[in-house]
């Protein structure tokens, strides 16, 4: 089995910082590109960043300059640094990794998410 397990959500003030971790774990030979994508309420979810295995970025025009993703591959785990938060950052946000996993193939694998709330 694999699992994604992510952490470092909560409420901060508009303005603030927060670090997402998203750690990988189970029956992985090899991951891909990792990503940090979120849902606000009524709406739909979008991709927030991405990372290749190779470390080349990308992020969504709303994050950009704010926002920094990264990965550790020893811990095959992927963060997401958000600083100058606003209350529009306020989703769940959830990882999503490309995989090989032992039993060969390659998937996609969600975690179940953390919320991040901006707010005064």
């Known amino acids: 089995q694999v699992q994604l397990v992510e952490s470092g959500g909560g409420l901060v003030q508009p303005g603030g910082s927060l670090r997402l971790s998203c750690a990988a774990s189970g029956s992985i030979s090899e991951i891909y590109a990792m990503a940090w994508y979120r849902q606000a309420p009524g709406k739909q979810r979008e991709l927030v960043a991405r990372?290749?295995?190779?470390?080349?970025?990308n992020y969504a025009d709303s994050v950009k300059g704010r926002f920094t993703i990264s990965r550790d591959n020893a811990k095959n785990t992927v963060y997401l640094q958000m600083n100058s938060l606003k209350p529009e950052d306020t989703a769940v946000y959830c990882c999503?990794?490309?995989?090989?996993?032992?039993?060969?193939?390659?998937?996609?694998?969600w975690g179940r998410g953390t919320q991040v709330t901006v707010s005064s």
């Open positions: 990372i290749t295995s190779g470390g080349s970025t």
């Open positions: 999503n990794t490309a995989l090989r996993p032992t039993w060969g193939g390659m998937s996609s694998y």
